[in-house]
């Protein structure tokens, strides 16, 4: 462990860890019930209201919490603690911590986005806990709580980016429900295509031949990417599904929309998958006399700027609470999806963890669902929440740990952003 902060030794560091974890385990109570009220009101994206109130009111409750609902979006929220400690002209550490909560269309919260903000919550509370019980806290201390909606459509954290919402953090931490306890997936870049097909409508017996037929600029556009597929590299990705396809038989349909996803390992690719992609749009209007219109989403997914030094500080502390670590390297390289946390790391360094909650469902099915909601997930969501919180008070006790992992953010961020 580097060297710690003057007025602390180890021994008081594992203690405030250990002070943590026990500020943690006593508002289980209050946590879980925030979270069971997130995951029986499940809220669509930007759609989140009861969720941010919930929230909201949550925060308000506990002391010592500056809490701003509605923050820079409808439904996000900011909670702050501190700065507290220090001594005059030091530097504020700020920690921050991040709350998901919405949900998915017809299966609510299939990703367990109610235990996202659950561990946020709970992590934020340990740390606060911890330091507000010093008699005097040696580190100018910070933390900030961020509700960051729509994740699982267009990107809240994108939109809170671009408002100034991550400026003064200097360590962000989140975790997403899984099947495995990991410290790092390689999720992709991405971004949403809406692709609309205008064509004619005619009788569909009587005459044919007058119309345009936009189901079948639809069909040719799937068929063709389906094809591409086999041109693409292992790890991009190409899904999606046709939202309008017509409205009765016996009409050639004038209209016919698609709502894709496209995905690449880097943020630099979505160029190379978009025009592959177009080509196969705009072959099949041609082919069928369609106009197209391809509507790009308002956000791009980066990938996640992975903090290998902020990985290991949590999967050691982690593994004193039992917690039994994916870490190997060719797993961890595995997509599991798409996150907006990609852009966070890329502003500031942070880790977005994923954990195991106590089932072998998958993510995005009801099975997750019933998870999520599950009483057995409490156990396995406070005990990640813990790991945050001790990581956190590593970085804010250990200057050395905290530099290491600003130094590795900046070789990262240049390396990527060089490609
Ligand atoms: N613009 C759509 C983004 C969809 C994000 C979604 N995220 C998750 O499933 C969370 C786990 N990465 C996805 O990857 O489909």
Redesign the pocket.
């Known amino acids: 462990m580097s060297s710690l902060v003057p007025d602390v030794s180890p021994e008081q560091l594992q203690q405030l860890k250990e002070s943590a974890g026990r500020c943690i385990d006593e508002a289980g109570d209050v946590l879980s019930l925030l979270s069971s009220e997130i995951w029986r009101c499940p809220e669509l994206a930007y759609q989140e209201e009861k969720a941010h109130e919930a929230l909201v009111r949550f925060f308000s409750q506990q002391p010592g919490w500056t809490v701003q609902g509605h923050y820079l979006l409808n439904t996000a929220f900011r909670a702050t603690w501190g700065p507290m400690g220090g001594r005059e002209g030091d530097n504020v550490v700020n920690i921050g911590f991040l709350c998901e909560y919405d949900a998915l269309p017809g299966i609510g919260h299939a990703?367990g986005h109610n235990l996202i903000a659950e561990v946020g919550a709970a992590a934020a509370l340990g740390v606060k806990g911890a330091l507000g019980a010093l008699s005097h806290c040696p580190v100018r201390a910070k933390v900030t709580v961020l509700g960051t909606p729509a994740?699982?459509?267009?990107?809240g954290k994108i939109d809170l980016i671009q408002a100034g919402a991550f400026e003064g953090m200097d360590v962000v931490f989140m975790a997403?429900p899984?099947q495995e306890d990991v410290a790092y997936?390689a999720?992709?870049a991405?971004?949403?295509l809406t692709v609309k097909y205008h064509g004619k409508a005619s009788h569909a017996a009587a005459y044919p031949w007058k119309g345009i037929n936009a189901l079948d600029a639809a069909v040719l556009a799937y068929n063709n990417l389906s094809v591409l597929r086999q041109q693409l590299k292992p790890e991009w990705r190409i899904h999606g599904i046709i939202k309008h396809g017509g409205v009765k038989p016996n009409i050639i349909p004038d209209y016919s929309e698609l709502f894709f996803?496209l995905?690449t390992p880097k943020h630099q690719d979505l160029p190379h998958i978009k025009e592959k992609a177009e080509k196969c749009f705009r072959s099949a209007a041609m082919a069928t006399g369609c106009q197209v219109n391809l509507e790009y989403?308002k956000?791009e997914?980066y990938n996640i700027l992975r903090n290998i030094t902020l990985e290991r500080a949590y999967e050691e502390n982690g593994k004193t609470l039992g917690i039994e670590f994916i870490t190997n390297e060719k797993l961890q390289e595995i997509p599991?999806?798409?996150?907006?946390f990609g852009n966070v790391s890329f502003v500031v360094p942070g880790i977005h963890t994923y954990f195991y909650i106590g089932s072998n469902a998958l993510?995005?099915t009801e099975e997750y669902t019933a998870a999520a909601g599950a009483e057995k997930a409490q156990f396995y969501t406070l005990r990640t929440a813990k790991a945050m919180a001790m990581t956190a008070l590593d970085v804010l006790f250990c200057p050395e740990l905290l530099q290491r992992v600003r130094d590795e953010y900046a070789e990262a961020k240049l390396k990527e952003e060089s490609g």
């Open positions: 990703c994740e699982e459509d267009g990107g997403h899984s997936c999720d992709l991405e971004i949403d996803y995905r989403g956000n997914f599991l999806g798409s996150t907006d993510n995005h």
